[in-house]
């Protein structure tokens, strides 16, 4: 079992910029990828951004050149960096990892809130 610490949502005006943490404790051996997903209102959840522990990223296309995932091995820390923020870009952020056994943990979200 995985278990996250997520922290860095908040209020930001459109074209700001936000950084989301994740520090993960647990059984983070068993992690081959951790990523952010997101979920707004009346809508599924969907991914965001992804890395894998070879460092392979994945972005979602409404995302690419705006957001950028990275972490820190040594912290157990994913970040999501999150710049030219638009409105539609509102919703609760999920922490998220895959682990060996294909077993997907999650955290318990932060709420990323754009104003126009």
Same mark, same amino acid.
């Given at each position: 079992?995985?278990?996250?610490?997520?922290?860095?949502?908040?209020?930001?005006?459109?074209?700001?910029? %936000?950084? %989301?943490?994740?520090?993960?404790?647990?059984?983070?051996?068993?992690? #081959?990828?951790?990523?952010?997903?997101?979920?707004?209102?009346?809508?599924?959840?969907?991914?965001?951004?992804? #890395?894998?522990?070879?460092?392979?990223?994945?972005?979602? =296309?409404?995302?690419?050149?705006?957001?950028? #995932?990275?972490? =820190?091995?040594?912290?157990?820390?994913?970040?999501?960096?999150?710049?030219?923020?638009?409105?539609? =870009?509102?919703?609760?952020?999920?922490?998220?990892?895959?682990?060996?056994?294909? #077993?997907?943990?999650?955290?318990?979200?932060?709420?990323?809130?754009?104003?126009?």
């Amino acid at each position: 079992q995985v278990q996250f610490v997520e922290s860095g949502g908040g209020l930001v005006q459109a074209g700001g910029s %936000l950084r %989301l943490s994740c520090v993960a404790s647990g059984n983070t051996a068993s992690i #081959i990828s951790q990523g952010w997903y997101r979920q707004a209102p009346g809508k599924q959840r969907e991914l965001v951004a992804s #890395i894998s522990n070879s460092g392979t990223t994945r972005y979602a =296309d409404s995302v690419k050149g705006r957001f950028t #995932i990275s972490r =820190d091995n040594a912290k157990n820390t994913v970040y999501l960096q999150m710049n030219s923020l638009e409105p539609e =870009d509102t919703a609760v952020y999920y922490c998220s990892a895959l682990n060996l056994a294909g #077993i997907r943990n999650w955290g318990q979200g932060t709420q990323v809130t754009v104003s126009s």
